[in-house]
């Protein structure tokens, strides 16, 4: 079945650092692709979408790509600061919302 | 409302009590859903009206599990005879429009069956 399997964390990283928090799916036929972000305390919120292969999401700094070669959907940053420290879901729609179970991203001033 | 509203925002119940979590959508969404979020987890769906419709209520746990949409609003989640296995967050997300479009997540509801 549908399913997203994204890298396990906490991921701690330094501020300015690079960011990258891995995400492959498995689906049928052409799924939309989909990275949320929860800060503490809060509810989640869409960060980025993409919704046919090689589209680029983007927003705040952060980029996706859908990639159907590599059935991927990698997110990146090129330099993290404190506010980014949150829980990150990767997560895919056909016919209905499938998430990975979440990358915990802390970041050091 | 400015954003999507769930009630009350923690619940403990005892095992086997009665429970019902409330979720206010965005006014004039059409789409509402319902996804546990068990401790470390992802969002995982439950069910999906769209109006007073339920189109999809294929990720209910069991037959404890039942959620309504009377007038295409406001929602209502029930769990009867609650189990500690029912511990979780309980999220509500409402869209504008088809099931594949953003979806807009309220806070959660965070039920802790003693």
């Known amino acids: 079945g549908d399913s997203v399997t994204q890298m396990e964390g906490p991921v701690t990283l330094s501020e300015e650092a690079f960011l990258t928090i891995n995400c492959t799916y498995t689906a049928t036929g052409y799924p939309s692709l989909f990275w949320y972000v929860q800060y503490p305390g809060e509810g989640l919120q869409l960060l980025l979408k993409a919704t046919k292969a090689d589209d680029k999401g983007s927003n705040k700094g952060f980029e996706a790509t859908y990639r159907k070669e590599t059935t991927s959907f990698h997110l990146e940053k090129g330099s993290v600061q404190v506010s980014d420290s949150a829980v990150y879901f990767c997560a895919l729609v056909r016919h209905k919302f499938y998430f990975g179970s979440g990358t915990k991203l802390n970041v050091k001033p | 409302g400015a954003g999507v509203s769930q009630s009350p925002r923690y619940k403990v119940a005892k095992r086997g009590q009665d429970v019902a979590l409330r979720c206010d959508p965005i006014s004039g969404h059409v789409s509402l859903f319902w996804y546990q979020q068990a401790l470390g987890q992802g969002p995982e769906f439950l069910t999906y009206f769209q109006n007073e419709a339920q189109l999809d209520k294929s990720g209910l746990p069991s037959d404890r599990f039942f959620a309504e949409r009377p007038e295409g609003s406001v929602s209502t989640l029930k769990i009867q005879r609650t189990q500690q296995e029912d511990s979780a967050v309980y999220l509500c997300?409402?869209?504008?429009?088809?099931?594949?479009?953003?979806?807009?997540f309220g806070p959660g509801t965070r039920l802790t069956v003693l």
């Open positions: 997300a409402s869209s504008n429009g088809t099931n594949y479009n953003e979806q807009f």
